[in-house]
């Protein structure tokens, strides 16, 4: 098959440690044709969509290191209609312009797009976890959104627990989220004001959320491929923050999933299947969902490296994409064969 990652540069690849690489090496060890964009490499060119792409060569024998990968791939521009791949791969990092989505919608009905694309609209920001209706906060924290500083700072007063976090609606690595203490509120105006207030004029929404307790002992990162957990770490927070992802010095360890955890991964599968969100990275601190990453998530290279897998994590991202673009042909093939028995009839 040939399939298209629309993702983050090349340069700014981690070699050792990026999801992509691994899941666009696993692509290249299967022969299939791989080539790759940023968003804002697509163009409409005579009314067809079409990508500037990077083009990998194929490669006869395809390194076993994800670095030796990285440093040997030979790659090649070219400009090409998106409508010709077989599969989209989203993997560019938040926030979604919502523009360069139009640019898919026109080959949305021709190529298999993971996430879909209306999935990633619903679910690009963190008010997705509200979708799940959990009135009673069983399986996300009690969160507020707001913009009004007002309203927030009544929260915080009337809140009968002594920490919150603040952190703002689009953010992700960790950026932007801080701990809220009663015992220190001198100086929540300015922080409100700071998170709200763009400096063009706009302003911002922010997320008000209770604080799980043991969140300092880490979070879990649960990947999940069509509804299904398919592998988990634990995120422990270095020592000098309260946030665990890797890219604000969290570290990695073994997780093996809770009771209830399982039972979340259940509640959430099917919803997630149905808007299309096939391959997502969730955020679970004490049982409770707190994110749910749709746009590019990692984690695929530590849980091999934790675990040493045999069948590793992306084996199972692109066999589920094999399957996916099989269904699609073998479709194609049955319509022809039926429409061309009624027209012979
Ligand atoms: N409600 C919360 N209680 C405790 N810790 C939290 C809470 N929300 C976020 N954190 C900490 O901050 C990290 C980042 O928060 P998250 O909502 O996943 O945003 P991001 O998109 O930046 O990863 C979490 O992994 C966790 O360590
Ligand atoms: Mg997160």
Redesign the pocket.
């Known amino acids: 098959m040939n399939i298209c990652f629309i993702m983050y540069p090349w340069e700014n690849i981690d070699p050792d440690n990026d999801t992509t690489l691994a899941l666009i090496k696993e692509c290249v060890k299967r022969n299939h044709g791989v080539a790759m964009c940023i968003p804002a490499d697509l163009t409409i060119r005579n009314s067809v969509t079409t990508a500037n792409c990077s083009v990998i060569n194929r490669m006869e024998k395809t390194p076993s290191s994800l670095k030796s990968f990285y440093n040997k791939v030979k790659i090649r521009e070219e400009m090409l209609p998106l409508a010709g791949f077989d599969v989209i791969f989203f993997r560019a990092n938040p926030p979604l312009d919502p523009i360069m989505l139009n640019f898919l919608d026109s080959v949305k009905d021709d190529v298999f797009i993971m996430n879909s694309l209306e999935g990633m609209r619903e679910a690009n920001n963190k008010l997705y976890t509200a979708a799940f209706g959990d009135a009673h906060s069983n399986i996300i924290p009690a969160t507020h959104v707001s913009k009004s500083k007002r309203y927030l700072i009544k929260q915080i007063k009337e809140s009968t627990a002594d920490k919150m976090i603040l952190k703002p609606l689009n953010g992700?690595g960790?950026s932007g989220v801080i701990l809220i203490e009663k015992s220190a509120m001198s100086n929540i105006n300015s922080l409100l004001d700071f998170y709200i207030t763009n400096s063009d004029g706009s302003s911002s929404y922010v997320i008000l959320q209770d604080y799980i307790e043991g969140a300092d002992q880490g979070d879990v990162r649960i990947l999940i491929l069509n509804g299904e957990p398919v592998g988990a770490m634990k995120r422990v927070p270095g020592s000098d923050d309260h946030r665990s992802?890797v890219s604000a010095g969290g570290s990695v360890q073994k997780h093996s999933l809770t009771k209830e955890e399982k039972a979340l991964c259940k509640q959430i599968g099917p919803k997630l299947v149905n808007d299309g969100l096939y391959f997502v990275g969730i955020?679970v601190i004490g049982g409770k969902l707190?994110?749910v990453?749709v746009m590019s998530p990692g984690g695929i290279t530590y849980i091999n490296k934790v675990y040493k897998l045999k069948t590793k994590i992306e084996e199972k991202v692109i066999d589920f994409l094999e399957m996916k673009v099989l269904d699609k042909l073998q479709a194609f093939d049955r319509r022809t064969r039926l429409r061309k028995a009624v027209q012979d009839a």
């Open positions: 992700f960790g992802n955020d707190v994110e990453n």
